[in-house]
């Protein structure tokens, strides 16, 4: 390599600082090194470093997803007021994760979330087949439905299921975190990348006072 070529590339390189890493690394909870590498293929650009690691991250979930898990969390949250409860059971692989901060601190957040938008199930598989096609038949009895061709009539049931998912009542892991775009499950599989245990929402508990028993 020419001599002013490599006077360029050490420029360029002196340019990703240790400040950057830090806050790669505050963004993702990805390695320093991850932080690094992902800096340099992303020429100093932090969005574009946070996205490759993000994708990264999730191929890394996937491949932790079939693993056991039996050790992990029941927990529980009361709401302000004691007027709201819940209790959790969250699973990973290790009794080593399950007692460290990171991991306590998603089951509480999962345990906030149940309180707030009181889901019914923990995933979509797990609702019960009479009731979901009860409520496809609704959809596409609805008026505005019902008259169109049956190729937008399925199109426009898949996209009103999606929403039912996500909305409170629906499914937990459908649902958005908090106020956030980022779904439950998209927050579950980040923590899979980070922490590097395969993670189960396994079930829950909602108690409301006065609530129908």
């Known amino acids: 390599m020419p001599a002013h070529e490599q006077r360029s590339t050490s420029t360029y390189m002196a340019e990703i600082t240790a400040a950057m890493v830090r806050e790669l690394r505050e963004r993702t909870s990805a390695g320093m090194m991850d932080c690094k590498r992902a800096l340099d293929e992303a020429a100093g650009d932090m969005d574009k470093a946070t996205s490759l690691l993000r994708e990264r991250g999730l191929a890394a979930a ?15 949250y009361i709401h302000t007021g004691g007027r709201v409860g819940v209790l959790i059971e969250v699973n990973c692989e290790t009794d080593f994760v399950a007692r460290t901060e990171q991991f306590q601190q998603l089951v509480r957040n999962l345990a906030v979330q ?9 995933a979509i ?13 609704e959809i596409l009895a609805a008026s505005d439905v019902e008259g169109k061709p049956d190729n937008v009539r399925e199109s426009i049931a898949t996209g009103r ?16 975190f908090r106020d956030s775009e980022q779904t439950v499950s998209a927050l ?20 409301a006072l006065g609530e129908d028993k």
């Open 62 to 76: 996937a491949k932790k997803a079939g693993r056991e898990a039996r050790e992990g969390l029941i927990s529980s």
């Open 161 to 176: 299921l999606k929403k039912w998912y996500s909305e409170p009542g629906g499914v937990l892991l459908e649902q958005p």
């Open 188 to 207: 579950v599989t980040e923590a899979i990348a980070t922490i590097g245990e395969n993670i189960q929402v396994s079930r829950f508990a909602r108690y």
């Open 114 to 122: 149940v309180a707030a938008t009181y889901p019914r199930w923990v």
């Open 125 to 137: 598989e797990d609702i019960p087949a009479d009731v979901a096609e009860a409520k496809r038949a």
